[in-house]
Structure formats: C-alpha cells, structure tokens
C-alpha cells in the first residue's frame, strides 16, 4: 500500500508540474518579448557605458624585525640608525589619503579634463587632448569647477570658448580672463594642422579631484602576515590609471623620507646649537694657553709635569663625556616636561651611551610621526589619533624615570672622577708656580678641545645619516596599463537572459496570484486533475438555445464534441443519468443541460431533462413555456395521487427532448430529494428514456446536488471563464479525491471569442477552430 501510495503521489506531482508548465508556456510571447528586450538593454548598455579600467601596484614596507635581506640602511648601522616599526593598517589608510594623492594631482596636471564630446557620452582624451594649459591663476580657491566648450580652426592661433553661454575669443599663449581667474592656453605641436571642435576643457578644485581620485583607491595586504601591499585604483583612462598609481608610489616614498628626516634635521640643529656655543669658548681658551707661555717665556712642561698632564687628560676625557650626556639627559628632560601634552620630536644618536634610552627615544620620536601622519592625512578626529596619544604619554613616563636612573649613575662616575682629580692636586703642588698654572690652563683647553671634537663626530654622523636616508618601502610590481574590468560583457549577457525570464515569470506569477478567476483552459491544469470533457464557447445570443438541426455554427459543434467525448465514458456500463452541478450560481448548468439534452435528441436519443434546482428553477423561461398544466416534480413529491407520467411532458424543441419541471418552489427542497419517491421516478424514466440530465443547485453553495450523487452515473461539473475563482476549485477536487460525485468530468464554459475563432480542448484531444460572422465579439 505504501509504495502504491508513495507512487500514485509521485504521477500527481509530475503531473502537477506538466499542468504548471503549460500554464507558463502559455505566456511565450511575453518571455519571448522580454528575453529580446533585455538582449538589447544589454547590447546597448555594453556599447554606451564608459568603461573602467584598474591598474595595480605591489609594494614592500620594510620591518624593522622582519626580513633578512640586505638595504642601504644596513651598511650604516654602526651609526646606531633604527627604522622603527611600521604600522600597516596606517600606512593603508595613508596610500589611500586625498592628502598624499593632491601631490599627485599637482605633479600630473589631473586637475585638467578634457573631454570629446560624444553623442551619448563625453570621452576623456587626458593626454590625448589638443591644448595644455601653460598657467592658471585662480582668484581665489574655486568652489566649483570651471568647464567650457573650445573652438579652433585648422591651423589657427586664435581660439574661441564657450562659456556660461558666451562666446569669448582668446589667442593661444596668452592670458585669458575668467571670473575664476587667468588662464593660459597652448596648442600641442600634434595639432596644430587639425581644427579643434566638440572639445570641453574642465579645470577642477585639486583638493576636489584629490578626494575624487582617492575615494577610488584600494589598498590591502596580499597575506595576513605579509607586509606586501596591493594598491589597487579604477579610472576610466588606462594611461591614466597606470600613471596615477607610479606617481602615488613616489609621492609616497617622499613623503617616508621627510618624516624621517625631521628627526634627524631636529637633531643637527641641537648639535649646531652646542657647537656654535663651544667654538668661542675653544678660540678663548687657545688665547690664553699662548699669552700665558709667550708672557712667561715658557715652551713646554717638564718630563713629571707631562705625565700629571696626560693622567689629568683622561680624567678630563671621560669627565667631559659625562657631561656631554647630563646635558642631553638636562635637554631631553626639559623637553619633554615643558610639552607634556603636544610632544615635539628629541634628539636621538647625540651620544647617550645607554641602548635601553636610546631605543625608548627612537620609538617616542617613530610614534610621534605616525601621529603626523594620521593627523595630516587621516584627520585629527580619527580614532587612532587617541591610541598614539595614549601610547606618547606612556612612553613619556618611561623615558623620565629612565633618565632619572641614568642621572643617578651619572653623579656617581662623576664624584669618583671629582676623587681622582683630588689627588692629582698634591701632584701638582710639587711643581713651580708657572708649571702648574700652565697645567690648569691646558687642562681646561683639553676639555673643551675634547667636547668640541666630540660634538664635531656627532654632527658628521647625523649628517651622513640624513644624506642616505631611503624609504622604508620598495616596489616588488610596478604598475600596468590598466585592464578593463568593468562591465563585464559575459556577466552582462548571463544577467540579461536570466533577467529576461525571471522577470516576466514573476510578472506572471504575480498576475496569476492576484487574477483569481478562471481564464482558459491552461488555467484549471495546474489546479485540478479533473479531466475536461468540453468546451462552450460564449454567446450573445438573448436565445437560450442555440443548437439547431443543421446548425454548423460554433457553439453547436462544440456541443457536439462534447456529445462524441460522452459517448467514450463508461463504454459497457450503465450510463443512462447525467448531473449537472458547479460552484455558484449564474455558471451555466441550465444552459448547458438544454442545449446537451438537446444534442443528444438531435442524435436519435430520447432524453428527459428533470429540474432539481428547486431553489431558483428556470428551465420555464430558459424554453419560453408558459405555466403546464401537469403538475411539477414537488407536487409529485409530496402528493401520493400523482403518477410519474403526469410530471413529464414533451417539448417543442424535439420530438425526442421531454422534461420534467419543478413546478412550485418548495420550503424544503433537501428533505423533498430525501424521499423514496424521487429514486423511483429516477428508475421508471431510465426504463422510456435513453438518457436522463439532472439540473441541481450549486454544490458550493447547497448540499442538495450531493444528495443525489446515487441517482447520478456520470456528473458533469460545471467552470465558467472569468466567472468561477480558482479557490472554487477546491470543491470539486475534494469531492472527487473523496469519491461524492460519480464519474466527475468539468464542462469549461463562457470561453471569449476573437476573430481567429475559439480554441478549445478536451480529455481526448481532439480541437477544433471556427469562426462565425454572425456571431457578436464579447
């Protein structure tokens, strides 16, 4: 049971799909419409849209401990040279700054468009273009661009420009006066032969088109531990693209240099300050040394006065160092305190011998210059700023405990060396008075000789260090000429098909769901597996019936389809009673059962039509009758005395074609078809008629048709075009799924005529098309 049911549920689903399929094949000429639609906004959008091109650009930022390989720096490391440690995500947001990028834009003239007018877009020509512009003396800075229209005949000196709707006659080479300022022209040597026309110049704000060409780079890291940059911008000129990006490298590399040269200018300038200071002191010193030996006729020192000389000037040596560094430590100090909160860099590679200090103020001063640039090219609200500031006043708090520490140390070499030179005062005091003046003398040109030479040593190192300074990065791939990336031709075509089916099925997806009437035939597939034995199609005829003897018009033969369709049902079976019914009322059942009844006459057949639909009968009016004088189905119904011949009486339309009416409207027609006496009349017509139609109410509306499903061999269910709604459906599906109705077939009736004719089906396939001049278009 399980596999038949799990079977029969698989052919209900494959048919389901089959009806839904036919139900959107219906609608090809619109998917049709729409594919070619679609294929041409694509074909156009692909010839018309300006194309994007992106240039790419691979760049190595050095880490101070990343990599092994060799750079210029290496070789003056001696000198005590830290490059510090890059910060990458700053450096990205820096490549792509507007900041950096308007050194760009300056250097390669961006600020100047040209354009070639075209006549569904402009083409940028950028160098391409027929004049360049010798100078620009803007008034002040433009708000807004400055764009003309420029006209020169062949050969011509002279131009003319559109602007602001006049026309303003100028001459290349010389000054042209605009509202925004004096503009200079010239011809490019390539076009001086050619006339110039549907040219437009452009001059923008560089700040403007800085912003413009930055918001268009992109910057990444090929790895997440690499510091290999991609750098990456669209433009719509190839050449330019590939241009901009080897310009941005080298405003780049520029901008690393300076930041690193600021320090160490910072830290000359400290030096020169001391040096300057020291020359006078060394020239006043070497004055007294040869006035006190020529007054004194003295030339040199004794032996013993030469040793206490040379011991004095190793004292004097290291204490001199000593001092060199308590001055730098003194400077540092008062640096720092004095801007604890807007930091400015120190001197660094000055002659502190202490590598823990010297490395806490290389990477104060590598802070401080990340803080620069954050500042200058990433705005002071950018949140890093507040990182970098916290980092500072760490930082600053220790290096001032450092150098509390380093003082420290300092005072005690210092009281040691102070000790040392005590006692080489009892040397001195065995020796004559002149000697030892003439040592005192020396001594203190010593000290200051020694400083100065060391001062001297410091400042050739910084200046050496300054003059080969390099970047911190390098370029592994340069850029390109840009490829095209945008649009996509094979993308575009993929998008059109698919846009050029999906839309118009959910166009009629949603026109389906809120179109809730039955429309064709294609219509009741995918809704019922309740097979279509007929079509009818609609008429304007006020006469009820329309089939005739030799009547060939269309709606007679569609009857008689029917008829032919009928007469393969239940072949071998009793089926002599035929039940009309549908969902609501005004669908057709009366109609449908006079004109069928009728076929079936005109075929030889002796047919009874009974009136069931006891609620609102019309077979009386349906065939111009006037009021019988037999009595009607209810009167047989209730009274005992009425036979069934007295019911039944013959028509006008045909000899064959009898009828039984209703005759008064009862107050309970479902207790009526209820009685016994129903089932017997049913029985003796079968025995004189060959066939019995049964016209019943609404089965949607009343239960009465239901209870005469055990007199019915065949139903006929009746849908009407644009009259029954599909949820209506649902009653005949359930009702053949629970097997109430025998033999359920569904009559489609009310189908719309148009000058091609009527085009119908049924269960067996057969369809037929005609055209009937005589026959009013609904």
Request: hydrophobic share 35%.
């Amino acid at each position: 049971m399980r596999t038949y049911s799990s079977n029969l549920s698989n052919e209900n689903q494959i048919s389901r799909l089959r009806r839904n399929l036919f139900l959107y094949l219906r609608y090809w000429k619109y998917f049709l419409i729409s594919m070619i639609v679609f294929l041409l906004l694509a074909h156009l959008y692909l010839k018309y849209t300006t194309p994007q091109f992106i240039s790419s650009v691979k760049l190595l930022v050095h880490n101070e401990n990343g990599g092994s390989q060799l750079t210029e720096e290496a070789i003056f490391n001696d000198l005590g040279f830290d490059p510090g440690t890059q910060n990458t995500e700053n450096e990205l947001e820096i490549l792509k700054s507007s900041y950096l990028m308007a050194d760009v834009v300056k250097k390669l003239g961006l600020q100047y468009v040209t354009l070639k007018k075209g006549y569904v877009r402009n083409v940028d020509l950028y160098n391409d273009g027929p004049v360049q512009v010798l100078n620009w003396s803007p008034v002040a800075t433009p708000s807004k661009s400055v764009s003309f229209e420029i006209y020169s005949p062949r050969g011509s000196s002279e131009y003319e420009i559109k602007y602001q709707q006049k026309k303003i006659k100028a001459q290349f080479g010389s000054p042209l006066r605009l509202p925004e300022g004096n503009l200079t022209l010239v011809r490019k040597m390539d076009f001086t032969e050619n006339e110039i026309k549907d040219i437009v110049f452009q001059i923008h704000d560089v700040e403007s088109m800085a912003s413009s060409l930055a918001s268009r780079v992109s910057a990444s890291t090929v790895g997440k531990r690499s510091t290999i940059l991609q750098v990456s911008i669209t433009d719509i000129h190839p050449q330019r693209s590939k241009e901009v990006l080897n310009e941005l490298m080298s405003a780049y590399d520029v901008s690393q240099i300076n930041d690193k040269n600021r320090i160490l200018k910072n830290t000359l300038t400290f030096l020169d300050e001391r040096i300057d200071l020291l020359t006078g002191e060394v020239k006043e010193v070497d004055g007294d040394v040869q006035r006190f030996k020529s007054s004194n006729k003295i030339t040199d020192l004794s032996s013993e006065g030469n040793l206490i000389m040379q011991e004095a000037n190793t004292y004097s040596k290291t204490l001199t160092e000593i001092t060199v560094q308590e001055e730098i430590l003194n400077n540092i100090s008062a640096n720092l305190s004095r801007n604890s909160n807007d930091f400015e860099f120190v001197p660094t590679n000055s002659g502190l011998t202490n590598l823990t200090l010297n490395q806490l103020l290389e990477s104060f001063n590598q802070l401080l210059l990340e803080r620069e640039k954050i500042r200058t090219n990433l705005g002071a609200s950018h949140p890093n700023n507040a990182i970098v500031a916290q980092q500072l006043a760490n930082l600053r708090l220790n290096i001032m405990e450092n150098i509390s520490s380093i003082r420290n140390d300092i005072k005690i070499n210092k009281n040691i060396l102070q000790s040392k030179e005590s006692a080489l005062t009892g040397k001195l005091s065995s020796l004559p008075l002149r000697e030892r003046q003439l040592i005192e003398i020396q001594r203190q040109q010593n000290i200051k000789q020694n400083l100065y030479n060391y001062l001297l040593q410091k400042r050739e190192e910084t200046a050496l260090r300054l003059a080969v300074t390099v970047s911190n990065s390098r370029i592994v791939e340069p850029a390109k000429i840009g490829k095209k990336f945008k649009p996509k031709p094979n993308y575009i075509w993929i998008l059109a098909i698919f846009s050029g089916f999906l839309i118009p099925l959910l166009a009629v997806r949603i026109f389906l769901f809120f179109v809730d009437t039955i429309r064709s035939e294609e219509d009741l597939f995918p809704l019922t597996n309740v097979p279509i034995i007929g079509s009818i199609a609609l008429s304007k005829n006020k006469n009820t019936v329309v089939v005739h003897d030799n009547n060939r018009s269309p709606i007679a033969e569609m009857f008689r389809l029917i008829r032919a369709n009928f007469q393969f049902i239940g072949q071998g079976t009793n089926n002599k009673t035929i039940l009309l019914t549908s969902s609501t009322s005004g669908e057709g059942k009366s109609f449908i059962s006079i004109n069928f009844g009728l076929t079936l006459a005109l075929a030889g057949k002796k047919v009874c039509l009974i009136e069931l639909d006891m609620r609102k009968p019309k077979f009386l009016n349906y065939l111009g009758l006037k009021q019988p004088e037999s009595k009607g189905i209810t009167e047989y119904l209730i009274k005992d005395t009425i036979d069934w011949q007295s019911v039944v009486s013959p028509t006008d339309l045909h000899p064959y074609l009898s009828c039984a009416l209703c005759g008064i409207i009862p107050p309970n027609p479902s207790e009526l078809l209820l009685s016994d006496k129903l089932v017997q009349l049913i029985e003796k017509l079968k025995e004189h008629f060959d066939y019995i139609i049964i016209d019943t109410p609404p089965v949607g509306m009343v239960s009465d048709a239901l209870l005469l499903t055990k007199l019915a061999d065949t139903t006929f269910y009746i849908v009407r075009q644009e009259k029954t709604l599909k949820s209506q459906l649902r009653i005949i599906n359930e009702l053949s799924e629970q097997s109430k109705l025998p033999r359920p077939y569904i009559i489609f009736n009310g189908i719309k005529y148009n000058k091609r004719g009527y085009r119908y089906g049924y269960g067996y396939g057969y369809g037929y098309g005609y055209y009937d001049e005589s026959m009013t278009k609904n």
